[in-house]
């Protein structure tokens, strides 16, 4: 059976094989060494192309998952993590 501590390492060092995906704005608290994320953004600028809007989308979404995936690792009941897509100025 796979302790608390050996799970989000586990998930750590999955996380070294993903594409790198870095948000503008990432709200975080750092428990025994461990970061988790519970508030993630990301800026678009105005005039941005269909399909940058979508990549955003889809690496806020991932990283959420991760997120959500590290405080049910550690076994948060409940855990929230919230995310915004911002199209234009903030």
């Known amino acids: 059976m796979t302790g ?6 586990n998930i750590q060092y999955n996380l070294a094989y993903e594409e790198k995906l870095l ?6 608290e ?17 005039g941005a ?3 940058e809007r979508e990549e955003d989308r889809r690496a806020l979404v991932s990283e959420m998952k991760l997120s959500l995936n590290k405080f049910l690792a550690v076994g948060v009941h409940q855990p929230c993590v919230i995310g915004f897509l911002i199209q234009g100025k903030c």
Do not use: C, M, R, W
């Open 4 to 9: 608390v501590n050996d799970t989000v390492a």
């Open 23 to 28: 948000l503008d704005y990432i709200g975080l």
């Open 30 to 46: 750092i428990h025994n060494g461990v970061q988790y994320e519970y508030f993630l953004a990301e800026v678009k600028k105005p």
């Open 49 to 51: 192309s269909p399909k």
